[in-house]
């Protein structure tokens, strides 16, 4: 009767996961972990019932989601009790947001700081090259044509950084991912951490070039103009 309701309760579209806990594995595990292994001996029969863990997807485990679940397996005539811990689901969600605001924030203040270091980086380059780029406006060279090889050279540094940066998600996500699944479990969640998708990849490679060439564009249309050719 366990495994049909589980098989029911895995067709709803926002459940991940069902899994069984059989009563006599519950009365196992309690006699294991709870002290009372004499007391339980004297027990005639299993007073324990079956149990359900129901694992919601993630894109469906806020309180409000959680609650629907809980209404709908509390219609269950099968069903004595459920439990669901919506608090702990609305203060994680809620730790989650301040992550997700931080992560916008740090990821600004990268992206000025990507700009600070292409932009300066130019700088360099053109003042390297003051004698070529002085040269090039004497004989009619304007300030769009000298600068488009800087560009070129913002939009490399920017992509190179991307893949950088992807480098290091990839690193750090083999390193913490076990030791972050195993915490997920001790919380009773199946939550496995993912390094960057293909679409995640492709945005953060465009991200890279727009912004070494923004650097760039920025820093050679301030400096080229205080470029002139000597007389």
Do not use: C
């Not at 301040?98 to 360099?124: D, E, F, K, W």
């Not at 004698?131 to 490399?156: C, D, H, M, Q, W």
């Not at 009773?188 to 650097?215: C, K, T």
């Amino acid at each position: 009767k366990a495994q049909q309701l589980a098989q029911a309760a895995g067709q709803r579209p926002d459940v991940a996961a069902v899994t069984v806990i059989p009563a006599d594995k519950g009365l196992e595990d309690f006699r294991t972990y709870s002290g009372f292994g004499e007391a339980l001996e004297a027990l005639k029969e299993n007073p324990l019932p079956h149990v359900l863990h129901v694992f919601p997807k993630a894109t469906d485990s806020s309180a409000a989601a959680l609650e629907s679940l809980r209404r709908y397996f509390s219609a269950w005539p099968e069903v004595d009790l459920v439990q669901a811990d919506s608090e702990w689901v609305m203060r994680f969600n809620a730790i989650l947001e301040v992550l997700r605001r931080l992560l916008l924030i740090a990821a600004a203040l990268l992206g000025l700081g990507v700009l600070a270091v292409i932009g300066n980086t130019i700088r360099l380059e053109i003042q390297g090259r003051r004698a070529e780029i002085e040269v090039t406006k004497l004989v009619g060279g304007s300030n769009s044509f000298v600068r488009r090889p800087f560009l070129y050279t913002g939009v490399l540094y920017g992509v190179g950084g991307a893949l950088l940066a992807w480098a290091i998600v990839v690193i750090a996500v083999a390193v913490l991912g076990d030791s972050v699944a195993t915490l997920a479990r001790l919380y009773g969640s199946r939550y496995v951490l993912q390094g960057p998708s293909r679409d995640d990849i492709g945005i953060l490679l465009g991200a890279g070039a727009v912004l070494g060439w923004l650097g760039a564009w920025i820093s050679a249309a301030r400096h080229l103009r205080s470029i002139e050719p000597r007389a």
